[in-house]
């Protein structure tokens, strides 16, 4: 393959949000223009305008921004090949449109939707399925059935939509990158609508246009549109056009094992499938995506890229350039592959950085007017940092570093609440108060010997923390030095004497 010839395309269309598997896809054909040196653009296919969605096209170009997989070119990004929206192309379409009818490998049909309707519920009362196809497009309303003047008094009177013709009787051989050979018959295809009744060309007419003139080289999409690649590819030799080569990739399916990921199933999923936050343009009601949630864009791009395709190395914490270094769609699976959050969470601890965490931490203190070292502060996180899997996280983990607990776990509180619990704690205090050297390894040491070791333990860490949660009590108590830590308890003893 040639350095800089492969031209690769991302076509969603702007009916709402992008979710997981739009934008593995959008990340794939990303990875392999890179490793190839070659071009990733951007159409958006807004031919069907009664699905259009508000804001769509902008939550397209800020997920791939928060992604880093900007297009080279295309929507947004401007290049060559301008317009790359769909819906501002209508008046090329309509030139090939007139190209394929006088080639005689489309044609006009005038059936109403109430004639086809007709024709189905017919089928289905013999147990067969209608479709417009070589083996009965002679008995239907159309040009093929019609002298030249029929056809154009029809032309004036009538809608019409424009089909493809399917020659009958061949085998149709194509090439999939990752499932490999296909063998198509086309008596099995039916004349699919190239141009509907309003004049807009239709996805298979469009995209096949658009591909050949924007010089698209890889079609990578979804297997939702295997089945329609033959049509494709008959369209490209009808147009006497080289097919580009084609790659389509497994579906990403829910770890319960029903079906797909889908935009239809967001409310019955305990996990997000936005990469970032849509709002409905009509309730304006907001879904969380991966970004609100706290992930970070190298975290969920990892994950993503890794949902389907193996780059053979025993490493899975890779970065953007990694991926690209490593990418082949001849390592992509052939079949649907499972999401799982809890390995989602994974990524994202294993991507958390430090620098990262210290800025927020920092903020969180600087908010509270808290002042304290760098040094303390990076020791907190390295304390901490294995506990969390979101950088938001570290404060509930590590807040009692910094300031007093505000209130105490509730049943521990209520069960130590008697005259005992005071004088084990003036006791223990005695002996903090007495230390020399207030360090983790001689506290330990020191209260290894004492009797009822846990229940101080327990105590400490209640008087510390507020729950009996936490990192080792003695480090704790020896990062917040001897003063602090004696205030604490007694800031604990005073609570339990105020219950009694």
Not at 224 to 233: A, N, V
Not at 237 to 260: E, M, Q, S, V, Y
Not at 401 to 408: A, E, K, M, Q, R
Request: glycine share 6%.
């Amino acid at each position: 393959m040639s350095q800089h010839s492969v031209r690769v395309r991302f076509a969603p269309s702007p009916t709402g949000p992008l979710h997981l598997g739009g934008m593995r896809t959008a990340l794939y054909n990303y990875l392999f223009a890179k490793k190839h040196g070659g071009t990733f653009i951007l159409r958006i296919e807004d031919t069907d305008r009664k699905r259009f969605v508000e804001n769509s096209e902008s939550y397209i170009l800020e997920t791939l921004k928060w992604c880093h997989i900007e297009p080279d070119e295309g929507v947004g990004y401007g290049g060559p090949y301008s317009p790359y929206s769909q819906s501002k192309r209508y008046h090329i379409y309509r030139m090939y449109i007139n190209k394929l009818l006088k080639k005689g490998y489309a044609y006009y049909a005038f059936d109403t939707d109430q004639d086809l309707d007709k024709k189905r519920k017919e089928y289905n009362n013999y147990g067969l399925t209608f479709s417009y196809n070589s083996r009965i497009r002679m008995n239907l309303n159309n040009s093929l059935t019609m002298t030249e003047k029929e056809l154009h008094d029809k032309l004036r009177s009538c809608s019409y939509v424009i089909r493809f013709k399917i020659e009958p009787g061949k085998k149709l051989k194509m090439h999939d990158i990752i499932r490999g050979n296909i063998i198509i018959d086309t008596d099995h295809l039916d004349d699919k609508i190239l141009l509907k009744s309003d004049g807009v060309a239709t996805y298979h007419l469009a995209h096949t246009i658009d591909d050949h003139l924007m010089k698209i080289t890889h079609v990578i999409r979804g297997e939702e549109w295997l089945p329609s690649t033959s049509l494709h590819i008959l369209l490209y030799r009808a147009l006497g056009w080289t097919p580009p080569h084609f790659a389509h990739l497994p579906l990403i399916l829910n770890k319960n094992g029903k079906g797909k990921i889908s935009k239809r199933n967001t409310n019955s999923l305990n996990y997000p499938i936005y990469p970032i936050q849509w709002k409905i343009p009509k309730t304006q009601i907001i879904i969380p995506g991966y970004r609100e949630l706290g992930y970070l864009p190298e975290a969920f791009v990892n994950m993503l890229a890794l949902l389907g395709w193996n780059p053979g190395v025993e490493r899975e914490i890779l970065s953007l350039q990694e991926l690209i270094n490593l990418f082949s769609l001849e390592k992509i699976k052939k079949s649907g592959v499972y999401f799982d959050i809890q390995k989602a969470n994974w990524f994202n601890k294993k991507h958390l950085n430090k620098e990262k965490i210290f800025s927020f931490l920092f903020e969180e203190i600087k908010k509270r007017s808290i002042s304290c070292k760098k040094d303390y502060l990076c020791k907190v996180i390295h304390l901490t940092i294995d506990r969390i899997h979101f950088i938001h996280e570290i404060w509930e983990h590590s807040f009692y570093f910094f300031i007093y607990p505000s209130s105490y776990e509730a049943n521990f509180f209520n069960k130590i609440c008697h005259e005992n619990t005071i004088s084990q704690l003036e006791n223990a205090k005695i002996l903090l108060y007495n230390m020399n050297q207030f360090t983790s390894v001689h506290l330990r040491l020191l209260f290894q010997k004492t009797k009822n070791k846990h229940k101080i333990m327990q105590l400490f860490r209640l008087a510390l923390v507020g729950v009996l949660k936490g990192i080792d009590i003695f480090i704790i108590l020896e990062m917040l030095g001897k003063e602090e830590s004696i205030q604490r308890i007694e800031k604990l003893i005073y609570k339990i004497k105020e219950k009694i």
